[in-house]
């Protein structure tokens, strides 16, 4: 089982993504987490290079390439084997950030950032995909108020794009309704946590 965790910036998704990966542990199944850009040594080398804050002039297209560059490498060395042992994999962003920032929120298109991903990844989509649904207004505020994380090239963003992100992501679980689910992840984080876990299980003991 294959699950992705998508959304906004400050949707809270990596922290449940921790949470929800402790949990299941705790309950002994055969969980791995990783994230995306990044996820093994290469990949994170490809993710050094995209969110530098000083690549100012990193092309749009470039950009993309090099996300799914990341993204391949990810797959060969890490994704595909725990998928092969068995192991469900819980990953922190993937091809659905790819197609909701550099496919709409940039505006290359979500057509062609799906054909260089399916050569990228030979067409391996998510089982499931949890969508952390937050208007960016507050998760950008979430971001200002937690000092530990640090500020990314994207981050910087205008609120705009953000909103751009957000609208796209929305679309995309129109699009693939069968491996979406949205969670409002304005709710306490708790309550969002519990949710997330729930849905997962209940999945997983289909
Ligand atoms: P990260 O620090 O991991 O942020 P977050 O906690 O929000 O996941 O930075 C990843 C950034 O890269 C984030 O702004 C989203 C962006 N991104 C893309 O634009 N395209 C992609 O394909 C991926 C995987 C991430």
Redesign the pocket.
């Known amino acids: 089982m294959f699950i992705t965790f998508e959304?906004?910036?400050?949707?809270g998704?990596?922290s449940v993504l921790n949470y929800v990966y402790e949990k299941l542990k705790e309950k002994n199944y055969k969980v791995i987490k990783t994230?995306?850009?990044?996820g093994t040594p290469i990949s994170e080398q490809i993710?050094n290079i995209?969110?530098d804050k000083s690549n100012t002039a990193l092309d749009p297209k470039a950009?993309?390439l090099l996300?799914?560059a990341?993204?391949r490498q990810h797959l060969v060395e890490k994704i595909w084997p725990s998928l092969k042992d068995g192991y469900i994999v819980l990953c922190?962003?993937?091809?659905d950030?790819?197609l909701?920032?550099?496919g709409g929120a940039r505006g290359l298109g979500i057509d062609e950032i799906l054909n260089i991903n399916n050569f990228a990844t030979d067409k391996t989509f998510p089982d499931l995909t949890i969508l952390f649904d937050i208007d960016p207004k507050l998760g950008l505020k979430r971001i200002a108020q937690n000092s530990k994380?640090?500020v990314?090239?994207?981050?910087l963003e205008k609120l705009e794009f953000h909103n751009k992100v957000r609208e796209s992501f929305l679309k995309l679980a129109e699009i693939y309704k069968d491996r979406y689910h949205i969670i409002d992840a304005s709710k306490p984080f708790d309550t969002v946590c519990k949710e997330t876990l729930t849905y997962i299980e209940n999945i997983l003991n289909k």
């Open positions: 959304g906004p910036e400050g949707s998704k990596s994230r995306e850009p990044g993710r995209i969110l950009e993309a996300y799914a990341s993204r922190d962003r993937y091809l950030s790819s909701a920032y550099q994380r640090e990314n090239r994207l981050d």
